[in-house]
């Protein structure tokens, strides 16, 4: 989880933002910090930061304060620990023993004081604060993008940073409070909630299908240009099955790629046949401009989830907006 400057707001006195004994979610925590040598939730959350980006500057831009502040922050940690927690070089820094071990106490108990915070900040206020999410590039673009201002207006409190990329992001490391995902999971440090579905099917221009013959069966697959999504995981294959007769394709063709817009864009100019969703082909199938071919043909569905950091309490900003998707979003 990461810690937002808005996150330590709701730990701060008003008006100078400085921690301080005298907040009242601090109050049971001044005999423990008296005997820590009066180490500061700011300089924890700095040196969280930076022991998990890698860098000041990155830890900087995700606390909003420059990157000397975090600097000073650390060197007063380090001091009024007695021990080096970061070796520091022109290159990067790393963590020393001291700092692997501290880390392991300090990152939990951090993120417990924080979602304190957020638990009584929803409890009165509801949804509120930035919600930084990660979408898939073509879906988030189709699906999501166009319900982002009805959720805003619907939330007012609460503010969006979207960031479009079919990579997986690290949603912890990076400091997300979601991530929209789109076929297999893999990680689990994370919560998932199922929220769509989504068809996979193969199709192809007309005017390909003029020339090059329609396949009426996975084998003619072996006979056709096939443009190949490179992020699906193993070799360039596809899989399609009837009944209980599964056909296990190697596919070829001359273009392949790790976007999969390029990929519809070439076949609807009749290079090939590509594999794809319904709900990113959807209007193209309408308008004639693609054409589905082997329908008879099963091809593995695809899930769409809504992945959060696993932890005791979710903020209203993420359970709504997630919500929120589950009525918006297609079930194809």
């Known amino acids: 989880m990461s810690v937002s400057s808005a996150s330590l707001a709701m730990l701060s006195c008003v008006p100078c933002k400085n921690l301080c004994i005298d907040t009242p979610f601090l109050q049971p925590l001044v005999p423990v910090m008296t005997r820590h040598h009066g180490v500061t939730l700011d300089e924890i959350a700095a040196f969280i930061e930076v022991a998990r980006r890698g860098s000041l500057q990155a830890a900087a831009e995700t606390l909003l304060i420059s990157s000397g502040s975090v600097s000073r922050r650390l060197d007063a940690l380090e001091q009024r620990l007695g021990t080096r927690l970061l070796n520091r070089s022109t290159r990067a820094l790393t963590l020393t023993e001291d700092g692997e071990h501290y880390l392991v106490q300090v990152e939990p108990a951090l993120a417990d004081i924080t979602q304190a915070g957020d638990r009584l900040r929803d409890r009165h206020n509801g949804p509120q604060g930035e919600l930084r999410v990660s979408l898939p590039v073509n879906y988030g673009r189709l699906h999501i993008a166009p319900h982002l201002a009805d959720f805003l207006r619907l939330h007012p409190s609460v503010s969006i940073d979207a960031c479009f990329d079919d990579h997986f992001v690290d949603i912890i490391g990076e400091g997300f409070d979601l991530a929209i995902r789109i076929g297999q999971l893999g990680d689990s440090r994370l919560v998932a909630r199922r929220i769509a579905k989504d068809r996979r099917l193969i199709v192809a221009a007309p005017d390909y299908l003029a020339h090059h013959g329609e396949p009426r ?66 209007e193209a199938l309408a308008s004639g401009r693609l054409h589905e071919v082997l329908s008879d043909w099963r091809l593995p569905n695809i899930a769409v989830h809504a992945v959060i950091p696993a932890r005791q309490h979710t903020p209203l900003k993420v359970s709504a907006f997630i919500d929120f998707l589950v009525e918006r979003l297609p079930l194809s």
């Open 217 to 282: 069966h996975p084998r003619d697959l072996l006979d056709h240009h096939c443009l190949h999504f490179t992020r699906f995981q193993g070799p360039a294959q596809w899989i399609l099955q009837r009944d209980d007769e599964r056909h296990v394709v190697p596919v070829r063709g001359r273009l392949k790629s790790n976007y999969g817009l390029p990929l519809t864009l070439a076949a609807e100019q009749g290079l090939g046949l590509v594999q794809t969703s319904a709900s990113i082909v959807g």
